[in-house]
């Protein structure tokens, strides 16, 4: 079976911080990468941070200088530190696998965690 375990998620007030993490079950043989999306109400779901197989990071615009995305390959683990949160921030979010199963389907897939809330309000 598939799964990603989220965690981190809740309620905060405008300029606080949450930690996210994601943890990815042994079931992947493989995985290239590893990243957070989020979705507010009424929106696309689009990209927050990723880390890449390449050992590259990507950010949205609005999230740099505050979010900072890491990866244990060991673990199959991903962590998004969120500071100087703002209302905008809030959304679900996602987290995100790019990778192969140890079983069939054997390929290159996108999978997706259940989606923690994070909210920001005063």
């Known amino acids: 079976q598939v799964q990603l375990v989220e965690s981190g998620g809740g309620l905060v007030q405008p300029g606080g911080s949450l930690r996210l993490s994601c943890a990815a079950s042994?079931?992947?043989?493989?995985?290239?990468?590893m990243g957070w999306y989020r979705q507010a109400p009424g929106k696309q779901r689009e990209l927050v941070a990723a880390?890449?197989?390449?050992?590259?990071?990507n950010y949205a615009d609005s999230v740099k200088g505050r979010f900072t995305i890491s990866r244990d390959y060991a673990k199959n683990t991903v962590s998004l530190q969120m500071n100087t949160l703002k209302p905008e921030d809030t959304a679900v979010y996602y987290c995100?696998?790019?990778?192969?199963?140890?079983?069939?389907?054997?390929?290159?897939?996108?999978?997706w965690g259940q989606g923690t809330q994070v909210t920001v309000s005063s």
């Open positions: 995100n696998v790019k990778g192969q199963l140890n079983s069939w389907p054997n390929i290159v897939q996108n999978y």
């Open positions: 042994r079931s992947f043989f493989r995985i290239n990468d």
């Open positions: 880390f890449t197989s390449g050992g590259l990071t």
